[in-house]
């Protein structure tokens, strides 16, 4: 998959409105992303954070990019995305 940052436009800014941070830097590649973020004093919840923007992302893209060949049987039991 070949993403680009508009991709993460919205869900980034839905996500920080309810659960802010500072994006830092960011490397955007063809297969995944890296980030740097500052959190909020007394706040770590990075994995609440990615979560909700992961999972709006995949609803936002999800079925243009979605490829049946590489999604096994137990991955579509669960409704898996291919992204």
């Given at each position: 998959?070949?993403?680009?940052?508009?991709?993460?436009?919205?869900?980034?800014?839905?996500?920080?409105?309810?659960?802010?941070?500072?994006?830092?830097?960011?490397?955007?590649?063809?297969?995944?992303?890296?980030?740097?973020?500052?959190?909020?004093?007394?706040?770590?919840?990075?994995?609440?954070?990615w979560r909700l923007i992961k999972?709006?992302?995949?609803?936002?893209?999800?079925?243009?990019?979605?490829?049946?060949?590489?999604?096994?049987?137990?991955?579509?039991?669960?409704?898996?995305?291919?992204?």
């Open positions: 998959m070949i993403a680009s940052a508009w991709h993460y436009e919205k869900p980034l800014s839905m996500v920080r409105r309810d659960r802010p941070f500072q994006i830092d830097a960011w490397a955007l590649l063809p297969d995944h992303l890296h980030t740097v973020w500052t959190l909020p004093a007394g706040d770590a919840d990075v994995a609440t954070r999972s709006a992302v995949t609803r936002a893209i999800g079925a243009t990019y979605f490829r049946a060949g590489w999604q096994t049987q137990r991955r579509a039991n669960k409704q898996c995305s291919t992204i």
